[in-house]
């Protein structure tokens, strides 16, 4: 298959459609296998964020480890890794994704960027490749590395053609807040604590776990007050931090 670059919004929509028309049984025997080998998976929701940390990779690796009688989890090889315990605080302290679109149970491409979505020059079909990432796991964890307002709304349009519908300014807005706050679980939370962190130490859990406690709480807060939302979605669509220790000391007051 000859292919050159997809346009600007086809990813968006790709993604729209890949989550519409792809079913999700597929993933249900490696779901099986995946809390089978990874015990912190046994009671986890499958609209989990922790399903996107479950790629081939760390399966394969899993089996392994099963085979050669050990249980570690993903890929920790560091000195102080958190244990599969510590894992499961974690995940369990984080926010659940909220709304009909951004939690819906999908199959997930994994790793949607400009570079994996191509065209088929002799079909001129969008086609996506690179499939190693494609897990199950919510929606708006799919969109986490292309989050903007305009890819928010190009994914709604797309997800509602079919209904005659079309998203309102405050289901685009609400919409992309799930999204950031997706790509925030994924890229700096659970991408440091499940896989490989260099600078990871000894005091990098109990750090981390306090950091996940205070970002639910002003999660929650964001998402229950319409003018603090619309104060966050400001700053990250001029790429200023919205989550950082001080924005949130400016919500929650002084962290101890």
């Known amino acids: 298959m000859r292919q050159e670059p997809a346009g ?73 890794a958190p244990s599969d315990d510590d894992v499961k605080v974690i995940a369990d302290l984080l926010p659940r994704p909220r709304g009909e679109h951004a939690s819906r149970v999908v199959t997930c491409h994994g790793d949607l960027w400009c570079a ?16 190693e990432g494609v897990v199950v796991s919510y929606a708006a964890a799919e969109l986490a590395q292309i989050v903007n307002r305009g890819v928010c709304r190009v994914y709604l349009e797309t997800l509602m053609e079919d209904t005659g519908s079309v998203p309102t300014e405050e289901d685009v807005d609400r919409f992309w807040l799930e999204v950031l706050i997706a790509g925030y679980v994924q890229g700096d939370i659970l991408r440091p604590t499940c896989w490989e962190d260099a600078e990871w130490d000894e005091t990098s859990t109990s750090k981390i776990v306090a950091h996940v406690q205070r970002f639910s709480l002003y999660v929650e807060r964001v998402r229950n007050d319409s003018e603090l939302c619309q104060h966050v979605l400001r700053k990250a669509s001029q790429d200023e931090p919205w989550c950082s220790d001080e924005v949130m000391d400016s919500v929650l007051g002084k962290a101890s």
């Open 116 to 131: 994996n979505v191509v065209k088929d020059v002799r079909s001129g079909r969008t086609v996506l490749i690179d499939l």
């Open 8 to 80: 600007r919004w086809p990813k968006t929509k790709v993604a729209a459609r890949l989550h519409k028309k792809v079913p999700v049984q597929w993933f249900d025997k490696y779901r099986r296998e995946i809390r089978e080998l990874c015990p912190l998976m046994k009671d986890e929701a499958d609209s989990s964020a922790m399903w996107m940390m479950m790629r081939q990779g760390a399966l394969a690796r899993a089996r392994l480890a099963a085979n050669a009688g050990a249980t570690p989890f993903l890929n920790q090889k560091r000195a102080h």
